[in-house]
Nanobody
Framework: QVQLVESGGGLVQAGGSLRLSCAAS????????MGWFRQAPGKERETVAT????????HYTDSVKGRFTISRDNAKNTMYLQMNTLKPEDTAVYYC??????????WGQGTQVTVSS
């Protein structure tokens, strides 16, 4: 069982930066592949970025490539999403999740990111 808590969201102007954190409880954090997801009002949830358990393999959705960086510190049971050059279309609730097998089975409660133009 893993419990996830996101933090770091807020209101920022376009072009600004935020860093999201996802703190995990439990000793097995380092064994889970992890991901960041977001859902904007009226839209389906989308995968923003994913990272392997080792931190060595990362993937990004096209719209955030070059602007967002996913990382993790297994010693601190924490995953991060550094978001630079934010755009109004990045406005959404951001969730972190832990993957077991082929499914993301543990989810945080989400943190709101609002980018004003």
């Amino acid at each position: 069982q893993v419990q996830l808590v996101e933090s770091g969201g807020g209101l920022v102007q376009a072009g600004g930066s935020l860093r999201l954190s996802c703190a995990a409880s439990g000793r097995a954090f380092s064994t889970y592949d992890m991901g960041w997801f977001r859902q904007a009002p009226g839209k389906e949830r989308e995968t923003v970025a994913t990272i392997a358990w080792s931190g060595g393999d990362t993937h990004y959705t096209d719209s955030v490539k070059g602007r967002f960086t996913i990382s993790r510190d297994n010693a601190k049971n924490t995953m991060y999403l550094q978001m630079n050059t934010l755009k109004p279309e990045d406005t959404a609730v951001y969730y972190c999740a832990a993957k077991r097998g082929s499914q993301y089975i543990y989810w945080g409660q989400g943190t709101q990111v609002t980018v004003s133009s």
